[in-house]
């Protein structure tokens, strides 16, 4: 059995720019990545199946995946032959939350198969080869702190002082639409995303979905106060929601954060971790 970690992402700000006519919009953001988040298992088998387990699993389709659209583009390129699988997919993130999720599944799926089928360990050519497949899994496949423009998919290195920092994610247990949240977005280009090291950016920043995300989803308003009134430096709404994220200095006052939120909310959703 081989493994493959698809860690959470969250945008630490992201301005959004203009509406396309494709349907896309023109975004800048900063992506970093946790060192927690769902887990991918293959085996060599006969024919190819998909399991999903996991306290997140439910309602989840095992023939309309992103994992199984991510293997059938790794088939598609000369990277070398890929035999019949057996995936097993443990969802510990919740579903349409703004932190990745089915995107860092599937490029979860891309860097296992590179590494044990492809052995190209270009991830250049693997994000031009699986652009299709979704604005955020290029992001994904990376893994590492990057500034992201266009659709998302044109990635910058950013100069990433955030590695190891603590970070609570809070979900209330609410499915947001991505696009949903999009089109409830106002149309105002508030500005370019600042410059600056990972941290100045994310300070300076902000996530111009919050506010079209509350308005569809209340309880992220509650969750963003919850995390407001905890020793963070930085409190706030990651993609297109519902979760949002608190940064703290230490991990001591992190875990002061979840054990309060948790004792208050139960029925909340929350991960402690550190960016990548």
Partial sequence: MITELAPAKINLALHVRARRPDGYHEIETLFAF???????????TRADELRIVGPFAEGLSITDNLVLAALAAMRDQPFGDIPPLAITLTKYLPVAAGIGGGSADAAAMI??????????????????ATAHLGADVGACIVGHTRIGIGVGTDLHVASDDLAGC????????????????????????????PQGTAREIALAG???L????????????EVLAALQRTDAWLVRMSGSGATCFALFDAEAARS????AITAAQPDWWCLESTLA
């Fill in 34 to 44: 946790c060192r927690d988040g769902d887990r991918l298992e293959i085996e060599e």
């Fill in 111 to 128: 860097r296992l198969l590179d590494r044990q089928y492809g052995h190209n360990g270009d991830n250049k050519e693997l994000v031009l």
């Fill in 166 to 193: 603590p970070v609570l994610l809070v979900n209330p247990r609410v499915p947001l639409s991505t696009g949903a949240v999009f089109n409830a977005w106002d149309g105002v280009d508030r500005d370019p995303l």
């Fill in 206 to 208: 902000r996530n111009d």
């Fill in 210 to 221: 919050e506010e079209p995300a509350i308005r569809l989803c209340p309880q992220i308003a």
């Fill in 256 to 259: 002061v954060a979840y054990a």
